[in-house]
């Protein structure tokens, strides 16, 4: 009688340990999927600059410039080789989006205020 009694309560604390291990595990991996969703890469343009400034993709990447700059207007306008390439409209708000095709380093600036500034580096 006694013995089966003892052995009742082990089963118990053993199916709470699993089920806790089960809880702590599900949580981890909740967290991992936002972590790490994939998406494109995305640059802020807000307090009259672009963040990050300098970001490295791949070729076939898509980088979103996200315009909230509190009603400041601002572009994205290529410098140099980048100057055919990078070519937003002056914006408040909203997003424009480039693909970049080709492999190099692509300078670019806003046209209203040309002390802000920004990389974008493709690799191969
Ligand atoms: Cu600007």
């Known amino acids: 009688m006694l013995g089966r009694g003892k052995s009742w309560v082990a089963g118990i604390v053993v199916?709470?340990?699993i089920s806790t291990?089960?809880?702590v595990a599900g949580c981890g991996s909740g967290n991992q999927e936002?972590?790490?969703l994939p998406g494109s890469p995305v640059?802020?343009?807000a307090n009259m600059a672009y963040a990050p400034a300098m970001l490295t993709i791949r070729a076939g990447e898509t980088v979103t410039w996200n315009f909230d700059d509190r009603g400041v207007t601002h572009d994205v306008t290529g410098i140099g080789a980048a100057k055919s390439v990078l070519r937003s409209q002056l914006m408040r708000t909203g997003s424009y989006t480039h693909a970049f095709t080709e492999p190099g380093t692509y300078e670019y600036?806003?046209?209203?205020h040309p002390d802000m500034r920004g990389t974008v580096?493709?690799?191969q």
């Open 15 to 17: 199916a709470a340990g």
């Open 21 to 23: 291990a089960g809880v």
């Open 34 to 36: 936002v972590a790490d």
């Open 43 to 45: 640059v802020e343009v």
């Open 109 to 112: 600036t806003c046209s209203l």
């Open 121 to 123: 580096v493709v690799t």
